[in-house]
């Protein structure tokens, strides 16, 4: 799967990749993740799954000391082309634990990376065991550092055995509460998130963060 995955995203690089409009997504996460979340400029932050470095570059903007990695050689190539204030690395996702040191972040920030369109809370079905990986990743945060994912779902449940899955809140939020204070659950448009019917009524995709 991944190898397909790396050849796909590589094409999609490419041709063009996704259009964002800089400065929309520069005030969405001021207003959506680092105001609310109080994250202070000079934070080590990891983007991990950082495709073409976008918003590795909005977070360096920001004050913070970014390193973006994706696997994505063509993805990568275009970041460090554009974007010269983050520390970009063309890895594969396991080497982010060989790379730092346990209690070395301030932020992992992850957007859209494929290991959370997936089930969350058993070995899914691409083999991966993604609270294993999850649990490692918080590993690299300092006390009182932010994992902070945002990623699309429309809250359904919907688990389409050729498409990505439309997990539900309650299963984001089971997934994250063992590994620290869950501080903000919201949809992209900043409702809060308290349970699946507050999903269904938006059916807005989920910013979650957890703190260590």
């Known amino acids: 799967m991944y190898h397909k995955l790396k050849r796909d995203y590589n ?6 990749g996704w259009w964002h409009d ?5 005030a969405f996460l001021a207003d959506r ?5 109080g994250l202070k400029p000079g934070g080590r932050l990891l983007d991990f ?19 973006g990695l994706d696997r994505s050689e063509v993805g990568i190539a275009h970041a460090r082309e554009q974007y010269p204030g983050p520390t970009f690395l063309n890895e594969d996702a396991d080497v982010v634990f060989e790379r730092f040191a346990a209690e070395s972040l301030d932020v992992v920030f992850v957007r859209g990376m494929s290991w959370y369109h997936y089930e969350l809370n ?3 079905k691409h083999g991966l065991d993604v609270r294993e990986k999850t649990a490692r990743l918080f590993e690299l945060l ?3 550092g932010h ?10 449940g919907n688990r389409p055995e050729s498409g990505v899955h439309h997990l539900k809140v309650g299963e984001f939020r089971r997934h994250f509460e063992p590994f620290g ?7 992209w448009d900043g409702m809060p998130l308290a349970s699946d019917g507050d999903g269904e009524r938006s059916g807005r995709n989920i910013i979650i963060a957890t703190r260590k």
Do not use: W
Not at 54 to 59: P, T, V
């Open 11 to 16: 094409k999609f690089y490419a041709e063009g």
């Open 22 to 26: 800089h400065e929309r997504e520069r």
């Open 33 to 37: 993740i680092i105001a609310p979340l």
């Open 49 to 67: 799954g950082c495709g073409m470095g976008h918003f590795s570059a909005l977070f360096h903007d920001a004050g913070f000391e970014v390193t």
């Open 122 to 124: 058993e070995t899914n």
């Open 142 to 144: 300092v006390p009182g």
């Open 147 to 156: 994992f902070i994912l945002q990623i699309k779902t429309d809250f359904s």
């Open 181 to 187: 204070e869950i501080r903000l659950v919201t949809d």
